[in-house]
C-alpha cells in the first residue's frame, strides 16, 4: 500500500537489492567505527601475540638492531605495517584508524570474491553477511594480522575467480598479476595464503582435464591458459616473496625460511601429546612458552619442557617425528582434534576472553547454521551428481582454500582463529546457495525448490 | 546349484548383521572385562551412585542428597550386590544390557522405518564406542538408552500395529519401559511428552480435508488411548518413584530426583568452573559441569544454600537471568552447543581411552549428524505440514526434547549420547532409502 503512494523512480530503487545493501553496509560501518573506538579499543588489549607484533614493531621503526631468529616466529609483513604506521611518539592511533579503514573495506572485498566465484547477486548478499559478521568486526578492533590477511586473501582469490572469467587474454594476465600481488601482500600477514592458493590451482588445473565435451581440445591447449595465470601470479607474488624470504632466511641465521620458522614448532605444540603448553628452551636469552587456545578450550594441563629453542625447526620437527612414532594412533586423534578445534571450537581466541566473548561464542552459532549448514546441503547436492561433477565444479575451487587450511591445521594445532579468514569463502558458498547462483552454475537442470507432494501417509 | 544357494545366503544381509553384531559382543566383552573394567574408575558420579547402592543395601533412610539423581540405577546396583559388596554380577548385567542395547535400536529403528532401517542400526549401534564405552563404568547411561530404545520401539509399533490388542499391548509396553527409563534418567519424560504432542499435531494435520470442524476429534481418539495407556502403564513405577523421592526430599514434591534447581542455577549463574553449596549444619556440594571444564571456565562461586534446595536454586538462577538477560540467552545455546559438539564426553575424556571418545564425537558429526542435517533439509524442503506430519518429525522429538532441557540446565555430550538412537535411527533411514519410502524425502535405494 505504501509502495504505491511512493514515485515511481523510488520504487524501482526500492525494488532493486542494492540501496538495501548499502544501507547494511553503511550499518556494517557504523558497527565498526563504534565497536573500535568505544566497545573495545585495540590499545586496551595489547597482550600475548598483540605484544609481540607491537613489541616488534617498535623496534622495527625505532631501533636499528638486527632482525634475529626470535623474531620472524611470526610473518614479518603486520609488524612492518605498524612500524610504517606508527607516529614519532610510537603512538598507536594512526594504526586503529587504518585497521577501521581495512575492516570497513573487507565487506565489499568478499561481495567482489562472491561476484567474481558466483555472480552478482552472490556478491550483494555476501557483502550485506560479512558487513555484520562479528569476528570481521572483532578482529579488526585488535592488533592481529588477521584483518588484513583477510582482506588482501580476499582480493587474491576474487581475482583469481575473475580472471578465470574474463575473455580478453591482457584483461586475464593485469587481473591474474594484480591477484598474485594481493596474494604475495597476504602471505606477509599469514603464510596459509600459499598452501590455499595452491590448492586452489591444482583443483583447477585437475578440473581442466576432467573436463568432458566432445569439442573439447587436447588436454595441453586446455591446460595452456591455466599455465599462464599460474605463471603470471607466481611472477607477481615473486617480488614481496623475495624480499620476505631474504629477510627471514638472513634473520634465521642462514636457514632458508619464507614467512617464518615457526611451523615446525607448531608441529611440535601440535603433536606432543594433550598439553597445554611447551616451553622451548632459551636462545641468547629469548625463551618462549606457547600453548594454543585449542589445547587450552580442552582443558590440557600437561606441559613439556625441551631443551632447544623455538626457533630450531629441525630439532622441533624431529622431536615431533620421534613423539609421532611412538604415539602413531595419537597422533592421528590429535590431528583430527585440531581440525575440530578449528571448525567447531567453541569460541575465537582472544575474544573468548574478553567482555565481549558472548558475541564471539554467538558468531560460532552463526558460523553453524549459516554458512555450515548451508556448505553441508551444497555439497551433498553436488556430490549427488558423481565425483567427476563435484571435482570440475566452482565450489570445489571455493573450497580448495578450506581444504588447504584443513591440511595445513592437520599438521600443526587448530584453532577458530585460524579458520576465520576463511570464513570468507563459506560465506561465498553459503551466499551462492541461498541465491541460487551455486545451483545454477553447479547443478544445472536441478530442481530449484523439490516438489511438494504431500507425502505418503504413515 | 550350491553355490547359488550359497550366494542366496551371502546376499542375506541378516547374516552380515549378525556377524557384525557378534564383533560387537566381542569388542564388549573384551573392553568391559580387560581394557575399563568398571570397577577401576569409581569416581564422581559412579562414586555416587555405587555409595548410594551401598547405604540403600545397608537399609539406612535416603535423605534429600540422596535423590539429586533418580533413584532407579542405584536400586538396580543395591538389588545386584545385596548378596555382598561385591560388583561383578552388577558389572556381568551391564555388559549383557550393553551387548543388548544394538538389537534393541535395531527394533526401535525397526518400528520407525522399516527392517532396512533396523538392520543397519544393529550394525551401527553394535560397534559405536560410546555405547561400549558406558557398559564399561558404573552409570546409569546404558540402561537408559536401552529402556529408552525398548520405550519408543513399542510407541513407534503403536502406532502402526492394525490389530486394536497388538496397539494396546504395545502401548503398555512402551509405557512401562518408559517409568524404567525415567527412573534411571529424568530426561525420558519430556522427551515421551513431546513426541506426543508432535504425534498429536501430526494426526490433526494429517486429517481428510472437507469435513465438519469437529471431525479434528476423531482422528486424535487413538492417539489418546495411546497416551492413556501409555501413562497407566508408566503410572506404578513412577507413583512409587515420586513417593520415595518426595518423603526422602523432606515431603517437597519430586519424581525422579530434586536437582533440577540446582542443574538451573548451574547453567545460569555466569561462566562457572563449578558451584559450591553450602547448607551449614546439613550439608555440602560441589558440582561443576563437563561443558563449563571443555570451555575452560575457572571461577569458583558460592551459595548459602543447599543442592537440594530447589526453590533457592531457581529464586537464584532467576535474579541472575533478570541482570543479565543476554549473557543467559547465550549461556543456553552454550549448553546445546556443549551437548552436540562438545569434543569429548565425560569421564572418558579423563581415561586412557580418551582417542575413542574424541572420534567417536567425529564419527556421531560425520555419520550421524550431518546424514540428520540433510534428511531435514531434504523433508524441510517439502513444507512445514510434511515436515510436521513427517515419521523423521516423530524421531527427531526426542531430540528436540533435550536440547530444551540442556539449555535450561547445562550441556554436554554425555547427555546428548542415549539420544545418538534417535539420530542413529534418522541417518539410517536416510541412507537405506526407508526414508524416501517413509517421508518422501532423501535420496532413494
Known amino acids: ?50 605484544y609481540f607484533y607491537v613489541t616488534l614493531a617498535n623496534r622495527l621503526a625505532f631501533s636499528s638492531d638486527p632482525l634475529m631468529p626470535w623474531d620472524i616466529t611470526h610473518p614479518l609483513g603486520y609488524p612492518a605495517l605498524l612500524a610504517f604506521v606508527l607516529s614519532r611518539t610510537g603512538s598507536l592511533a594512526r594504526v586503529v584508524d587504518l585497521q577501521i579503514v581495512i575492516s570497513c573495506l573487507v ?22 553477511f560479512a558487513s555484520l559478521y562479528f569476528p570481521f568486526v572483532d578482529f579488526g578492533a585488535l592488533f592481529l594480522s588477521e584483518i588484513h590477511f583477510i582482506f588482501w586473501l580476499t582480493l587474491a582469490f576474487a581475482a583469481f575467480f575473475a580472471a578465470r572469467r574474463v575473455r580478453r587474454r591482457g584483461v586475464a594476465v593485469a587481473i591474474a598479476a594484480g591477484g598474485g600481488f594481493a596474494l604475495s601482500v597476504a602471505t606477509a600477514f599469514k603464510s596459509v595464503a600459499i598452501p590455499a592458493a595452491f590448492v586452489f590451482f591444482v583443483v583447477e588445473g585437475l578440473a581442466i582435464l576432467l573436463e568432458r565435451r566432445d569439442d573439447a581440445p587436447s588436454w595441453r591447449v586446455r591446460l ?77 594441563n600437561d606441559h613439556l619442557d625441551v631443551p632447544f629453542p623455538m626457533t630450531d625447526g629441525a630439532a622441533n620437527a624431529g622431536a615431533a617425528w620421534k613423539w609421532i612414532a611412538q604415539h602413531p594412533g595419537e597422533a592421528i586423534v590429535l590431528s583430527i582434534d585440531h581440525v575440530f578445534d578449528t571448525f567447531f571450537g567453541v569460541a575465537h581466541w582472544p575474544t573468548y576472553g574478553h567482555p565481549t566473548w558472548a558475541f564471539a561464542h554467538l558468531s560460532q552459532y552463526v558460523f553453524m547454521i549459516l554458512l555450515f549448514a548451508p556448505m553441508v546441503f551444497a555439497c551433498a547436492a553436488i556430490l549427488r551428481r558423481g565425483w567427476r561433477a563435484a571435482l570440475t565444479s566452482r565450489t570445489a575451487l571455493v573450497l580448495a582454500p578450506i581444504a588447504a587450511l584443513t591440511l595445513t591445521v592437520m599438521i600443526a594445532t587448530g584453532e577458530t ?24 552454475l553447479d547443478l544445472p537442470g536441478a530442481s530449484p525448490t523439490g516438489t511438494r507432494a504431500t507425502p505418503p501417509r504413515s | 546349484m550350491q553355490s547359488r544357494r550359497l550366494k542366496a545366503v551371502l546376499n542375506e544381509p541378516f547374516l552380515w548383521v549378525s556377524l557384525v553384531y557378534a564383533c560387537g559382543i566381542g569388542v564388549r566383552l573384551m573392553y568391559t572385562l580387560i581394557i575399563q573394567p568398571p570397577a577401576t574408575t569409581i569416581y564422581s558420579d559412579m562414586g555416587l551412585y555405587v555409595g548410594l547402592a551401598r547405604r540403600i543395601v545397608g537399609h539406612m533412610p535416603l535423605t534429600a542428597p ?69 557398559g564399561a563404568l558404573f ?41 524404567i527409563a525415567s527412573s534411571l534418567k529424568s530426561v525420558a519424560l519430556p522427551a515421551v511428552f513431546l513426541y506426543f504432542v508432535i504425534d498429536g499435531v501430526a494426526l490433526v494435520l494429517t486429517r481428510p480435508a472437507g469435513d465438519p470442524a469437529s471431525s479434528w476429534w476423531r482422528p486424535l481418539k487413538p492417539w489418546l488411548l495411546r497416551g492413556a495407556l501409555v501413562a497407566v502403564a508408566a503410572a506404578p513405577l513412577l507413583g512409587v518413584l515420586a513417593r520415595v523421592c518426595t518423603r526422602a526430599n523432606n515431603d517437597q514434591f519430586c519424581v525422579t530426583g530434586n536437582k533440577m534447581g540446582s542443574d538451573f542455577l548451574l547453567g545460569h549463574y555466569g561462566r562457572i568452573a563449578d558451584i559450591e553449596w553450602v547448607s551449614p549444619g546439613r550439608d555440602v556440594f560441589r558440582f561443576g559441569s563437563p561443558g563449563a571444564l571443555l570451555r575452560h571456565y575457572d571461577d569458583h562461586v558460592s551459595v548459602p544454600f543447599s543442592m537440594t534446595d530447589g526453590a ?64 531435514c533439509g531434504a523433508i524441510v524442503r517439502r513444507g512445514w505440514r510434511a515436515v510436521l506430519t513427517s515419521r523423521t518429525a516423530l524421531a527427531f522429538a526426542p531430540i528436540a526434547a533435550l536440547t530444551i532441557t540442556v539449555a535450561v540446565a547445562t550441556g554436554e555430550v554425555r547427555y546428548r549420547i542415549p539420544f545418538d538412537i534417535f539420530f542413529i535411527a534418522i541417518a539410517c533411514a536416510y541412507v537405506v532409502g526407508d526414508m524416501a519410502r517413509v517421508d518422501g524425502a532423501g535420496p532413494r535405494r
Open chain 1, 224 to 300: 595452456a591458459p591455466w599455465a599462464i595465470r599460474v605463471a603470471v601470479v607466481g611472477v607477481a607474488a615473486m617480488p614481496l616473496l623475495g624480499v620476505l624470504t631474504s629477510v627471514c632466511t638472513r634473520a634465521n641465521r642462514g636457514h632458508f625460511c619464507v614467512t617464518g620458522n615457526k611451523a615446525p614448532s607448531d608441529f611440535l605444540l601440535g603433536h606432543a601429546g594433550r598439553l597445554a603448553y611447551i616451553q622451548w628452551g632459551d636462545d641468547e636469552g629469548h625463551g618462549f612458552h606457547f600453548g594454543s587456545p585449542g589445547s587450552y578450550l580442552r582443558h590440557y
Open chain 1, 1 to 50: 500500500m505504501i509502495e504505491k503512494m511512493l514515485p515511481v523512480g523510488v520504487r524501482a530503487r526500492m525494488g532493486s537489492a542494492l540501496p538495501w545493501v548499502i544501507l547494511v553496509y553503511a550499518l556494517g560501518i557504523a558497527l565498526r567505527v563504534f565497536y573500535t573506538l568505544k566497545v573495545q579499543r585495540p590499545e586496551d588489549f595489547v597482550m600475548s601475540d598483540m
Open chain 2, 139 to 179: 552409570l546409569s547411561e546404558i540402561h537408559f538408552t536401552f529402556w529408552l530404545a525398548l520405550a519408543f520401539a513399542g510407541l513407534f509399533a503403536a502406532r502402526r500395529a492394525h490389530r486394536r490388542g497388538a496397539m494396546i499391548a504395545l502401548a503398555l509396553g512402551g509405557g512401562l519401559a518408559l517409568s
Open chain 1, 417 to 440: 582463529r585460524y579458520r576465520i579468514p576463511f570464513d570468507i569463502f563459506f560465506i561465498v558458498l553459503a551466499c551462492a546457495y541461498a541465491t541460487k547462483d551455486l545451483a545454477r
Open chain 2, 312 to 375: 533457592a536454586n531457581k529464586r537464584q538462577a532467576w535474579r541472575w537471568i533478570g541482570d543479565h538477560p543476554g549473557e543467559a540467552v547465550v549461556l543456553s545455546l552454550d549448553h546445546v552447543y556443549d551437548t552436540f559438539f562438545g569434543s569429548s564426553m565425560w569421564p572418558t575424556f579423563n581415561h586412557g581411552s580418551w582417542p575413542y571418545g574424541n572420534i567417536s564425537e567425529y564419527v556421531f558429526i560425520v555419520f550421524l549428524f550431518i546424514p540428520t542435517l540433510l534428511a
Open chain 2, 66 to 134: 540422596d535423590v539429586t539423581h533418580p533413584l532407579g540405577y542405584s536400586e538396580l546396583l543395591a538389588f545386584l550386590m545385596a548378596g555382598g559388596q561385591s560388583l561383578t554380577l552388577a558389572m556381568n548385567v551391564q555388559l549383557v544390557v550393553a551387548c543388548l542395547l544394538p538389537p534393541a535400536v535395531g527394533l526401535m529403528c525397526w518400528a520407525a522405518y522399516g527392517r532396512r532401517t533396523g538392520l543397519l542400526a544393529v550394525v551401527f549401534s553394535s560397534l559405536y564406542f560410546p555405547f561400549i564405552e558406558y
Open chain 1, 107 to 128: 565487506p565489499l572485498a568478499i561481495g567482489l570474491l562472491g561476484a567474481a566465484a558466483y555472480g552478482r547477486r552472490t556478491g550483494l548478499l555476501a557483502t550485506v
